[in-house]
């Protein structure tokens, strides 16, 4: 039973955060309403309470997602580099720039930046942060790797 509790979960989770992302281009951060989120992703607001405190945190969630799939696609260059320091370097934060619109318009992530500065001890603040200190490791993961291979 546990197991379709989960999954179920796990949809009302997708079905916000697709809602939000959709809504947030459409209408902009400001422009979308915890209302319209809701109605979009067949939830109540109510719902949507029980995910997130706020609209940031929606916001910080899908930062979060974006953030991760570009750690996970960098893992790769570290992985196995190209030889030229340079060519690295530009692969790793190439796929960073392409990857970064995938789900955020830059109206969005202006907005998490502006979020993150102006609340710093916030948990979305902290999470950004956090997020960009990985980042920031995998580029030093990136030069280690390269200087194991010489």
């Known amino acids: ?10 949809d009302r989770h997708r079905r916000i955060i697709d809602a939000a992302t959709a809504l947030f281009r459409e209408a902009g951060y400001e422009g979308a309403k ?4 809701a109605a979009r992703a067949e939830v ?3 719902t949507i309470y029980n ?3 706020n609209k940031g945190d ?4 899908i930062v979060s997602m974006e953030v991760n799939e570009v750690l996970n696609a960098g893992r790769g260059v570290v992985a196995s580099p190209p030889a ?5 370097l530009d692969t790793l934060i190439g ?7 995938n789900y955020l318009s830059k109206e969005m992530w202006r907005q998490a930046m502006a979020i993150s500065t102006q609340l710093p001890d916030s948990p979305f603040g902290q999470a950004y942060t956090a997020l960009d200190r990985e980042l920031t490791r995998q580029i030093s ?3 280690a790797r390269l200087q194991e291979l010489g």
Do not use: F, P
């Not at 929606?58 to 969630?61: D, K, Q, T, V």
């Not at 796929?95 to 619109?101: A, M, W």
């Open 1 to 10: 039973m546990s197991g379709l509790r989960e999954r179920q979960k796990a």
């Open 34 to 37: 915890i209302e319209a989120i």
């Open 44 to 46: 109540s607001i109510g």
């Open 51 to 53: 995910y997130y405190q």
């Open 58 to 61: 929606i916001l910080g969630a």
């Open 84 to 88: 030229n320091v340079g060519d690295a």
């Open 95 to 101: 796929i960073y720039i392409e990857h970064s619109l």
């Open 141 to 143: 993961a990136l030069i």
